[in-house]
């Protein structure tokens, strides 16, 4: 599965967050800190759900850059 993660720069760090498995966050010193430490919290959080007996989520958001003049 292919999931979208959002990564952000935050005051002294970057967090992550993926928008189709609400509550599956990450923070990291880097970006890409980050990009290890959320790849481990998704696994860890489909795990969880496959624990619980609870269903995956089907990946279904997109992301696109838009160009705007500045």
Same mark, same amino acid.
């Given at each position: 599965?292919?999931?979208?993660? %959002? $990564? #952000?720069?935050?005051?002294?760090? +970057?967090?992550?967050? %993926?928008? =189709? &498995?609400?509550?599956? $966050?990450? @923070?990291g010193? @880097?970006?890409? =800190? @980050?990009?290890v #430490? $959320?790849?481990?919290?998704?696994? +860890?959080?489909?795990?969880? &759900?496959r #624990? =619980?007996?609870?269903?995956?989520?089907?990946?279904?958001?997109?992301?696109e850059? %838009?160009? %705007?003049?500045?």
């Amino acid at each position: 599965m292919r999931y979208a993660v %959002v $990564i #952000e720069r935050a005051a002294g760090n +970057f967090s992550a967050y %993926v928008p =189709d &498995l609400p509550g599956c $966050i990450a @923070t990291g010193k @880097t970006f890409g =800190d @980050t990009e290890v #430490e $959320i790849r481990a919290a998704i696994a +860890f959080h489909l795990d969880g &759900l496959r #624990e =619980d007996g609870l269903p995956i989520p089907a990946p279904s958001s997109q992301v696109e850059y %838009v160009e %705007v003049a500045a």
